[in-house]
């Protein structure tokens, strides 16, 4: 197997583990904020995560990021960590998942329109098609999943805030991971983030005293798997593919969400929870395929070879003729 090949793989892989765990946050999500405020449980994610990824750096002895790197660093760890975390949790407490689902997915297309004009990526016919289709079935499954009157113009516009800072803290930490590697700018992202929600400490220490037990471990684990752990496997692929390609492969959360609230919690998804549910993993796949390289023709000659002389037929004589 090649070089670019292996990538590839690794790349699709990682992809696959930030996909599935971030579908696992949304139940978490939906546990831990009964008993958590946004603020205090984003900030409490993003301390559960920095403490891990610090760990690690200091066990693999990964040192700070270059002084070139720290602008998309710190872009995205206010944009992405921080104002997205809170504005998401803060949004799904007053809209309906299904509607969060649907705003949210707007980031996907903000990705490739971004990415396009700020790092020059390409937008592939493939990759608008498989965007086309999947954010069709994100439309099938948040409305099969919104609930009448569960809406607020607040809540919609919390999470549509969500989707414009998860879209612009991705394109930003694209040109980071150029220059430091992806523990690094997850890292210190993270951290940056956890600084921004300082404010939040207050209601995060109340709150821990009163939450359940099993709300605080849902808080714990969005920050080792989701946070930690799935933002280091995004940013491993990131570095590796387009942004929009990258941000196209999130349309399979929906898909994931459904399954794993049907089958942790018991949530029975109805026919057009399960055909949007499809499509956005179709879309996926169409987004992330490539077109086949057509066979190599066989160049024409440049010019035509002029065939051989004919040797001239020797002349006999008589008593050649004879022999």
């Known amino acids: 197997m090649n070089r670019i090949r292996r990538d590839g ?14 579908a ?28 891990v990824l610090g760990t690690l750096c200091a066990v693999r002895r990964e040192g700070l990021p270059p002084r070139d790197a720290w602008r998309g660093i710190a872009v995205s760890g206010v944009l992405w960590f921080g104002f997205y975390m809170v504005a998401l949790n803060w949004g799904e407490q007053r809209v309906d998942a299904g509607t969060a689902a649907l705003v949210v997915n707007i980031g996907p297309i903000l990705i490739a329109l971004l990415a396009s004009r700020v790092l020059g990526d390409a937008m592939p016919p493939r990759l608008v098609a498989g965007m086309a289709v999947s954010f069709a079935g994100a439309v099938a499954v948040g409305l099969s999943m919104s609930g009448g009157g569960g809406s607020s113009v607040l809540g919609v516009a919390l999470c549509l805030l969500a989707a414009v800072a998860y879209a612009a803290g991705v394109v930003a930490q694209k040109p980071a991971l150029g220059r430091a590697s992806a523990l690094q700018v997850t890292t210190y992202g993270c951290a940056v ?45 990131l ?41 956005c993993l179709a879309g996926v796949a169409v987004s992330r395929s490539r077109p086949r390289a057509a066979a190599p023709q066989p160049e024409p000659d440049s010019a035509p070879q002029p065939e051989p002389d004919s040797a001239p037929e020797p002349r006999t004589t008589g008593a050649d003729a004879s022999a």
Do not use: D, K
């Not at 696992?24 to 301390?47: K, N």
């Not at 942004?243 to 399979?252: C, K």
């Not at 994931?256 to 609230?261: F, G, I, P």
């Open 193 to 237: 983030g956890a600084v921004m929600c300082l404010p939040f400490a207050g209601q995060l220490v109340r709150e821990v005293g009163e939450a359940p037990v099993g709300a605080t471990l849902n808080m714990v684990y969005l920050g080792v798997f989701p946070t930690a752990l799935a933002f280091t496997t995004w940013a491993y692929a």
């Open 9 to 22: 793989l690794l790349a699709a892989g990682a992809a696959g583990v930030t996909v599935v765990l971030w």
């Open 239 to 279: 570095a590796r593919t387009s942004a929009g390609r990258m941000g196209a492969t999130t349309y399979a959360v929906p898909a994931l969400v459904v399954v794993m609230s049907w089958l942790l919690l018991g949530e029975v998804p109805g026919v057009l929870t399960l055909a949007g549910g499809a499509l």
């Open 24 to 51: 696992s946050a949304f139940v978490s999500i939906r546990s831990a904020g009964t008993s958590y405020s946004p603020g205090a449980l984003a900030l409490g994610r993003l301390l559960a995560g920095a403490l």
